[in-house]
């Protein structure tokens, strides 16, 4: 189904949900929210254009290939953040202990780990929630 | 102890990582997939053995999960005990991916199995950490995580009974972790604590204070751990999943996931509640009546089972109700008899779905009267039958009479012969089941009918391995009973 007022309104509302959906995932150790809200609203505008096109141009947007290896990196992320945190004299998962730059309690860039471990996480999200959506609408095929 | 001190946390974090890298292998470099699980395992085993020899010598080690302390940060937790769990754990599952590698090409589509290979590390790596856990939402967690892998090794086959069987198997898991998280919550309400260790020592104090939420508490871990490990009369759901899922997936589901809650079920009754709470209701006593009937029933419900699959999985709860009755005869010997079935039972019950696994793979039959003449071409796989069933009786030879052995001494020991005769009557009633399969295969006059495929060289092998380990468990148990010995002593 195409209809031109959902086409044009989602055009014009997608750019402000991935960048209010970012801003939540960045501003996970700061603010409520986090990496799994933020990574569902970004996830949600990629089921939104591909609901208000059609299935080609949704994929388009985040091919399989690349949802997928953004889902396997995003959990292998976290996974190394952890390890490096070894690396570099922590213990697994070791924040401050290990030596991350802590930055300026309260402002974007600071909390060291947590801040790398949220991006990942928002990615992981995001494009699980697009890939899952993607494989119910390809089943029902 | 140098880099060997982050092994705890290494164990559970390399299983994870293949997981997560396996889909992009089997999609870019196809032929590296299997060979990575395969290494994966064989690191974490090594760990695994490393650890066991280290906390031999320097006693029990504990990690900090990003160096928090307890009652705080998840601690994990390294005695004898779980590092034997672990060892049986991961290698069990290394010996059942192996055989795997052949038999999934056979029931799975092909673009599935690099999925499949996610699924069987995370359901891996997911046990071995509840198996080291100190901290109870992290447990949780962990079930989680065990849980959907399992149903989904289960619904991969995509048919119709396996996409029923595994609904039915979510649905009654995620009603056993809700139980589980309802039982947490009253710990926490009561203690303020997630830690076994801070809760063990908080909970003799506020005993006297709050006895109705620790007693409900107490009661919804029996059930959510119950209906996980598929005790009697929670075990609705395993005779069709085990039945109907892949081969390799339910030798992995009978042979060590139900284990792995049953050991969960051992460590909040020996590491959470103390003592007094144990003697002021019979907690250990309706689990061990529960396990007593259940190695009747199971037996019972076995012998009129027409699919071979369905007899195994019903077998399986029989199975492990001895386990559950070391836990409950509340003995060290007792302990001693219930973790060498773990062992054991993991070894048989994971090699008798191999073997059925061979006979669907290479005659296409399930229904046990088409048995009949088997035994002539398919020799191999059904002598591993015969010795897997005579495990699973108890015969001497094998690893399924020291267990039951270990289990009888310790109900003769705290005076309750009882319990001698329910373990007798269980394995005659085993004997019923299992050794007609066996006659029938070698020695009736009729010969095999249908068309017979040759098994492929390394499910021979796979089963092979599994027969001799089955014997060696039956003749050479000193180190292992010495080691539970010493494990069990910690708590008496």
């Given at each position: 189904m195409e209809d031109q007022i959902t086409r044009i309104t989602s055009r014009l509302v997608v750019p402000f949900i991935q960048v209010y959906g970012i801003y939540i995932i960045l501003h996970g150790h700061l603010s409520p929210g986090g990496s799994f809200s933020g990574g569902a609203i970004f996830g949600a505008s990629l089921v939104l254009v591909a609901l208000s096109f059609n299935l080609e141009a949704g994929s388009k947007q985040i091919p399989h290939n690349a949802a997928s290896v953004l889902e396997s990196g995003g959990a292998l992320g976290y996974l190394i953040t952890g390890l490096v945190a070894i690396a570099l004299g922590?213990?697994?998962?070791?924040n401050k202990a290990a030596g991350?730059?802590?930055?300026?309690?309260?402002?974007?860039?600071?909390a060291g780990a947590i801040f790398i471990i949220t991006l990942f996480v928002g990615i992981k999200v995001a494009s699980t929630i697009a890939t899952l959506f993607y494989y119910i609408i390809e089943g029902e095929k | 102890m140098g880099f060997s001190e982050h092994f705890p946390a290494l164990i559970v974090v390399v299983l994870f990582f293949t997981a997560f890298i396996s889909p992009l292998l089997y999609r870019w470099a196809r032929k590296l997939a299997a060979p990575a699980v395969i290494a994966a395992l064989l690191a974490a085993l090594a760990m695994v053995v490393v650890l066991l020899i280290q906390v031999q010598q320097f006693g029990i080690y504990y990690y900090h999960m990003g160096g928090w302390p307890p009652p705080w940060g998840i601690e994990f937790k390294a005695d004898p005990l779980r590092l034997y769990i672990l060892v049986v754990l991961i290698s069990v599952s290394l010996w059942i991916f192996i055989y795997a590698l052949r038999d999934l090409g056979h029931e799975l589509k092909t673009r599935v199995i690099g999925w499949y290979y996610t699924l069987y590390s995370v359901l891996v790596g997911s046990m071995a950490g509840i198996a080291l856990t100190n901290d109870l939402f992290n447990l949780f967690v962990l079930m989680e995580i065990c849980a959907i892998s399992a149903c989904a090794i289960i619904s991969i086959k995509e048919d119709r009974e396996c996409l029923e069987a595994s609904f039915k198997y979510l649905i009654l898991s995620a009603m056993g972790t809700g139980c589980f998280l309802l039982g947490v919550v009253m710990l926490y309400m009561v203690?303020?604590?997630?830690?076994y260790s801070f809760l063990y020592q908080a909970l003799v104090e506020a005993f006297d204070f709050y006895p109705l939420n620790i007693f409900t508490a107490a009661a919804l871990f029996i059930v959510a751990f119950g209906t996980k490990a598929a005790l009697f009369p929670l075990h609705v759901w395993l005779p069709d999943a085990h039945a109907s899922a892949p081969s390799p997936s339910s030798a992995m589901l009978s042979g060590l996931v139900i284990k792995i809650y049953a050991f969960a079920l051992f460590l909040m009754f020996?590491?959470?509640?103390p003592r007094v709470v144990l003697e002021a209701v019979p907690l250990s006593e309706i689990v061990l009546w529960l396990a007593a009937l259940g190695a009747m029933f199971g037996s019972i419900y076995a012998m009129i089972q027409t699919d071979l699959k369905k007899m195994l999985a019903y077998s399986s709860i029989a199975q492990i109700a001895y386990i559950f009755m070391g836990i409950g005869l509340h003995h060290s010997l007792a302990l001693v008899g219930g973790f060498y079935h773990i062992m054991v039972h993991a070894v048989t019950k994971a090699m008798l779905f191999m073997v059925a696994g061979v006979i669907i793979y290479s005659t296409g039959v399930r229904r046990i009267?088409?048995?009949?003449?088997?035994g002539k071409v398919l020799p191999v796989t059904m002598v591993a039958f015969t010795i897997g069933s005579a495990s699973m009786v108890g015969?001497?030879?094998?690893?399924?009479l020291i267990s039951k052995w270990y289990l009888a001494l310790s109900a003769l020991e705290i005076g309750r012969p009882i319990f001698v005769l329910v373990i007798l009557a269980s394995s005659l009633l085993n004997a019923i089941y299992y050794m007609p399969i066996v006659i029938n295969a070698f020695?009736?006059?009729?010969?095999?009918?249908k068309e017979v495929k040759p098994v492929p060289g390394i499910m021979q092998l796979s089963m092979v391995v599994g027969m001799v380990f089955i014997i060696i468990f039956g003749f050479f148990s000193k180190p292992v009973v010495t080691l539970l010995e010493q494990a069990a002593a910690l708590f008496f």
């Open positions: 922590g213990y697994y998962l070791s991350f730059p802590m930055g300026e309690a309260g402002s974007l860039f600071s | 203690t303020g604590y997630l830690n020996y590491e959470v509640f009267d088409q048995l009949t003449g088997i015969i001497p030879g094998t690893g399924g020695m009736h006059q009729d010969e095999f009918k």
